[in-house]
């Protein structure tokens, strides 16, 4: 069964940066295979943010965070470990992140939330004005 734990979430002030962190396990993932980041603020629908495949060749970016949020995979000594570097943080990225797990190869990633099967708890990210 996968595992999705996040870490990293908190509280900042706008401008400022925050490193989320996943860590995933369960299975062994394929290159070719995508880890996503999700997020979700009140009273809003979960909204992609970004998106790697497990060789951290291929990446996507919802647009509101391009320039400023990069993906990253570290798959080292056996680590499986996904992570969002989020910069220049602005109080409208107030929102819970999700972690994201879509285990089959494919070409490509999604961006829809009903293509990942697999996620994680989530943690809160507050950017203050």
């Known amino acids: 069964q996968v595992q999705l734990v996040e870490s990293g979430g908190g509280l900042v002030q706008a401008g400022g940066s925050l490193r989320l962190s996943c860590a995933a396990s369960?299975?062994?993932?394929?290159?070719?295979?995508?880890m996503g980041w999700f997020r979700q603020a009140p009273g809003k629908e979960r909204e992609f943010v970004a998106a790697?495949?497990?060789?951290?060749?291929?990446?996507?970016?919802v647009d509101s965070v391009k320039g400023r949020f990069t993906i990253s995979v570290d798959r080292d000594n056996a680590k499986n470990v996904v992570y969002l570097q989020m910069n220049s943080l602005k109080p409208e990225d107030t929102a819970v992140y999700y972690c994201?797990?879509?285990?089959?190869?494919?070409?490509?990633?999604?961006?829809?939330?009903?293509?990942?099967?697999?996620w994680g708890q989530g943690t809160q990210v507050t950017v203050s004005s």
């Open positions: 369960g299975r062994t993932f394929s290159a070719s295979s995508t």
């Open positions: 994201a797990a879509d285990p089959v190869p494919r070409f490509g990633v999604r961006d829809s939330r009903t293509e990942y099967p697999y």
């Open positions: 790697v495949k497990w060789n951290g060749i291929y990446t996507s970016y």
